[in-house]
């Protein structure tokens, strides 16, 4: 077995609003191994953000942490002192954030800021520039050299997304964490971008923690999924078992929802009807019950508990239940 | 007859030479896609032919009119019938207005005066399956999706025939994605709308557009119907780029055709074929400049073509 990297251990997170706590995060717990792809998949509002955001705590100033841990190498995080977290940030643990057009200050060249982040580094600034372009080049910029002088508006927002991963990937983490890192790039870029994370991954060994609402994507990169719905994990399991043998309606649906699995010209594409639950105002029972359309009594009434079905495979579902207790 | 005839389309931007000549046509209640790599001018395409962005040479028809570098003044009424979809759901939206005076405003700019705006607002809210009371939120009070059907309200307010659409669905979840096609589909076999979609999305692609044309370099590469292109792919860089779809399937057995080295830069475009130095399949030939050629409705501009 290897070594556990990061374990979230029975987290739960709010956020304080005016209308009462918001419930981001219920009881999330999985762990991510040395040198392993996870991929979290759910779609905008499931709670994806809030929690790589309490990993690294970057909060906002209403966030609550309620319960349960972050451990990183085995240190809780959440107990961790600001000047523990700023070593960590960057240094051990290094993230792509979503949008690469707030990602890069306006006012400094791009290499300039590729330069600026190697601070912790002994190196001459002649090698921490020829460093900067040896990343650009490895991300697909053309001209690497003379395109560190430029200004982040010069760049393509495709490009400026490319910048980030670079950037991230420089102090060689032990944990990336990607924040939807290929929304905004074209296919062969994507694809360029994927196969690029898996070779540094393999190179350094260092994990990484996806997150993308692409479905093809987390096919294709990632060893274990974790699918989130409504701030809870709903599924967890090898990458095969989830997109071949999903044990979650949400997971289900979602799987059937993804354009790239219908080959032919539809009509009329398969959606998931009704609306993600109001986190502030949380529904009794399983959370995804009004929008399930196998949802039973018993559903309305107790939460399903995070089960375990096989080998690492999870999931949050009375159907399964009466399977096995059946 | 077209709807829209772009022909031997060019922007420059200094030396900057980003659209090569570029010609394509839309039938009325047709869907175009337009695809290629970040940079290839796909976004300049749409935005030339909405009169926001310049075009230095070639022509714009829409309804048999020349509309390539008319005034502002005489590009305004035509707005009502070309209505454009940013590719920034939430950017695209005034911070400072509500999301009723934000879908109305083309009521205001063209000066529709007898028009009820707060009844329009309800109305337009309803077709993109939005609340009533949305009306007076503002940008952000809405999620990504929501602020979409905004842009798509907006867009259909005046009743275009011809809608612009640069990454619809660009950051959206699946299944909001879905439902977002699925408008957009139904919409147009209602309205009678054409549309120009860019999106790199190919499994979008498929399952919206009734043509598409792939462009590399400010130019078009090749056309097709959308069937025709995905089925039998002609030039090496469309094979590239459908190869480069991730399917969401793990045990997908995907046979990548790699693209050699970076985009060229347009400041110093290649000899011969443009694609040539970052094809898998270039031969001598290829040092010469290929033609576009067009048959049987789908055109190509290439002197390997693959079978």
Known sequence: MTETLLEIDGLSVDYETERGDLKALRDISFDVRKGEIVGIVGESGCGKSTLISSILRLTAPNTRFRQGEVRFKGQNLLQATERQMRDLRGDDISIVFQDPMQTHNPVLSVGQQMVDIQHRSSASKAEKRAKAAKMLGAVGIPDPEARLSQFPHEFSGGMRQRIAIAMALMSEPDLLIADEPTT????????????????????????????????????????????????????????????HNPKHPYTRRLIECDPGHIKTRARVLPTIPGEVPDLANLPGGCIFRDRCDQAMDRCAQEVPPLERLGEGHLAACWLNHEEVSA | MSLLSVSDLQTSYGAVNVLAGVSFDVAPGETYALVGESGSGKTTVIRAIAG???????????????????????????????????????????????????????????????????AEAKRLLEMVNLPAH??????????????????????????????????????????????????????????????????????????????????????????????????????????????????????????????????????????????????????????????????????????????
């Open chain 2, 134 to 307: 949305f009306a007076n939120r503002y940008p952000y009070q809405l999620s990504g999706g929501q602020a979409r059907r905004v842009g798509v309200a907006r867009a259909l307010a005046l009743e275009p025939k011809l809608i612009l659409a640069d990454e619809p669905t660009a950051g959206l979840d699946v299944s909001v994605q879905g439902e977002l096609l699925n408008l957009l589909n139904d919409l147009r076999e209602r309205l009678g709308l054409a549309m120009v979609i860019i999106t790199h999305n190919l499994s979008v692609v498929r399952h919206v557009a009734d043509r598409m044309g792939i462009m590399y370099l400010g130019r078009l590469v090749e056309e097709g119907t959308t069937e025709d292109i995905f089925d039998s792919p002609r030039h090496p860089y469309t094979r590239c780029l459908l190869s480069a779809n991730p399917e969401p399937d793990p045990d997908a057995r995907l046979e990548r055709i790699a693209l050699k080295g970076e985009p060229p830069s347009l400041l110093n475009r290649p000899t011969g074929c443009e694609f040539r130095e970052r094809c898998p399949f270039a031969q001598d030939v290829c040092s010469q400049t290929p033609k576009w050629e067009v048959s049987d409705g789908h055109g190509l501009r290439c002197l390997a073509p693959l079978s």
């Open chain 2, 52 to 118: 926001l962005a310049p075009a230095q040479a070639g022509s714009v028809t829409f309804d048999g009119q020349e509309i390539r570098g008319l005034p502002e003044r005489s590009f305004r009424p035509l707005r009502k019938n070309i209505a454009m979809m940013f590719q920034d759901p939430v950017g695209s939206l005034s911070p400072r207005l509500t999301i009723g005076s934000l879908i109305t405003e083309p009521y205001r700019i063209q000066g529709m005066k007898d028009r009820d705006l707060q």
């Open chain 1, 184 to 243: 905004a790039l074209d296919a062969t870029l994507e694809v360029q971008i994927i196969e690029r994370l898996r070779e540094l991954q393999r190179e350094m060994h260092c994990a990484v923690l996806f997150i993308s609402h692409h479905l093809g994507v987390i096919a294709e990169l990632c060893d274990r999924v974790v699918v989130m719905y409504a701030g809870a994990v709903v599924e967890s399991g090898d990458v095969r078992e989830i997109f």
